[in-house]
């Protein structure tokens, strides 16, 4: 099955700081998706993104699917943005999540 | 669009007892979703329905867990004589299948947190 792997692990910002959270995939997908689940556990759709580039807000992610990964781009951090965000790429409607990026901001 | 409900938030049991959780999707999808997290870990697939077709489950879902959805609206996962081990957030997720550039992209629900003792 696709193996994902997502760095870094973890991430600690101050307010206003720009990230870059990435997702390497095994094989090749003809779905992914990054989530933003909030501390009380609600996974947050951010982007439906199997290729190409898309942008919303202060958040922008890239999929390049010949090489195998995404990027999620995260300009002018805030708290709100803490917690943990997933990479889910599939083959099919099943998706398979990374382990995560744990992302704490502070003000 | 009122989002993928699941019912309940929260669920103590002990050790052997049976649960049952429910997933209401919203409400023009026809493909339903069942994942566990654990604790430091991602979701993992547990099974698939669309409509009220079982099209897909995972080797993590043991005979102990059965999962319905009858008339492709709501969906049922029981857990029967529960381990500890069986300890996880479990989630429900919807899409639509149905072309465009929406097709596939899945949304999840606040989730059942399920504790055994």
């Keep these: 099955g696709i193996q994902v792997e997502q760095s870094p692990p973890d991430l600690i910002l101050q307010e206003g700081a720009n990230s870059t959270l990435r997702c390497n995939f095994s094989d090749s997908v003809n779905n992914l998706q990054w989530f933003h689940q909030n501390p009380w556990g609600q996974l947050i759709n951010l982007f439906y993104i199997p290729s190409g580039t898309k942008q919303n807000g202060r958040?922008?992610?890239?999929?390049?699917?010949t090489e195998r990964y995404s990027l999620l781009y995260i300009s002018s951090s805030q708290t709100t943005d803490s917690g943990v965000y997933f990479c889910a790429p599939?083959?099919?409607d099943k998706l398979i999540f990374g382990t995560g990026t744990r992302l704490q901001v502070f003000p | 669009d009122t989002g993928v409900s699941q019912d309940p938030r929260h669920k103590i049991t002990k050790r052997g007892q049976n649960v049952t959780f429910r997933c209401d999707p919203i409400s023009e999808?026809?493909?339903l979703y069942w994942y566990r997290q654990t604790?430091?870990?991602g979701p993992e697939f547990l099974t698939y329905f669309q409509n009220e077709a079982q099209l897909e489950k995972s080797r993590l879902l043991s005979d102990r867990f059965s999962?319905?959805?009858?008339?492709?609206s709501f969906s049922t996962l029981e857990i029967q004589r529960t381990e500890q081990g069986d300890s996880a957030m479990y989630l429900c997720a919807s899409s639509s299948r149905g072309g465009g550039?929406?097709?596939y992209e899945q949304y999840f629900g606040p989730g059942t947190r399920l504790t055994v003792t």
């Design chain 1, 59 to 65: 958040l922008s992610a890239t999929t390049v699917a």
């Design chain 1, 90 to 92: 599939g083959d099919t």
């Design chain 2, 29 to 31: 999808h026809n493909r």
């Design chain 2, 39 to 41: 604790l430091g870990q």
């Design chain 2, 67 to 72: 999962a319905e959805r009858p008339k492709g």
């Design chain 2, 101 to 103: 550039t929406r097709a």
